[in-house]
T-cell receptor, first 117, second 115 residues
Framework: GAVVSQHPSRVICKSGTSVKIECRSL??????MFWYRQFPKQSLMLMAT?????????EQGVEKDKFLINHASLTLSTLTVTSAHPEDSSFYIC?????????????FGPGTRLLVL | AQSVTQLDSQVPVFEEAPVELRCNYS??????LFWYVQYPNQGLQLLLK??????LVKGINGFEAEFNKSQTSFHLRKPSVHISDTAEYFC?????????????FGRGTSLIVHP
């Protein structure tokens, strides 16, 4: 099946620094990529949706200047958490959709655990 | 807008017993329905999905789910569980029209299989 990778799998950083998370679709071209945030024992919260070559669409309440998303190609999207603070600590998951509509399955990456000290 | 309710936050069960994980949804439009499984510290994996056609959907790992439109439910079942089925299970719903097809996830049900 289709594979989505994320790098790094976990990162620890100091408060005030920026962290970049990469999401790659390894064997397919992703028309759309999604970024989610998951708190312990809770569901996935959609942060933003991005299409290759265009600006990301952010969900209400998500700061676009804090969570920078770049969808540079059909196989790569990056999420940069700028000036990270302890409250940004979370599990970040990306997913990539192959094809369009619901016929295109959504494949999820393994997640990146961010800890901000 | 759509919403998903997973009625049980945790379901303990013994190995080889049957299990049902409940999911109800609400929506003003037609929907597509999904079940995902998440193993510890991993992303989500699609178990099965309902788009149209037969209301009984069979997925991977022996799971199946039945779409009940009148009860707005999409419960997940497995006749005999294994230890390896211990994981978090998420029900999700997306609009069946409109173009975005972005799923909304429930809060998840933790399936704990005891030996």
């Amino acid at each position: 099946g289709a594979v989505v990778s994320q790098h790094p799998s976990r990162v620890i950083c100091k408060s005030g620094t920026s962290v970049k998370i990469e999401c790659r679709s390894l064997d397919f071209q992703a028309t759309t990529m999604f970024w989610y945030r998951q708190f312990p024992k809770q569901s996935l919260m959609l942060m933003a949706t991005s299409n290759e070559g265009s600006k990301a669409t952010y969900e209400q309440g998500v700061e676009k200047d804090k969570f920078l998303i770049n969808h540079a190609s059909l196989t790569l999207s990056t999420l940069t958490v700028t000036s990270a603070h302890p409250e940004d600590s979370s599990f970040y998951i990306c997913s990539a959709r192959e094809g369009s509509g619901a016929q295109g399955d959504q494949y999820f990456g393994p997640g990146t655990r961010l800890l901000v000290l | 807008a759509q919403s998903v309710t997973q009625l049980d936050s945790q379901v303990p069960v013994f190995e080889e017993a049957p299990v049902e994980l409940r999911c109800n949804y609400s929506s003003s439009v037609s929907v597509y329905l999904f079940w995902y499984v998440q193993y510890p510290n991993q992303g989500l994996q699609l178990l099965l999905k309902y788009l149209s056609g037969s209301t009984l959907v069979k997925g991977i790992n022996g799971f199946e789910a039945e779409f009940n439109k009148s009860q707005t439910s999409f419960h997940l079942r497995k006749p005999s569980v294994h230890i390896s089925d211990t994981a978090e299970y998420f029900c999700a719903v997306s609009p069946a029209s409109g173009g975005s097809y972005i799923p909304t996830f429930g809060r998840g049900t933790s399936l704990i299989v005891h030996p």
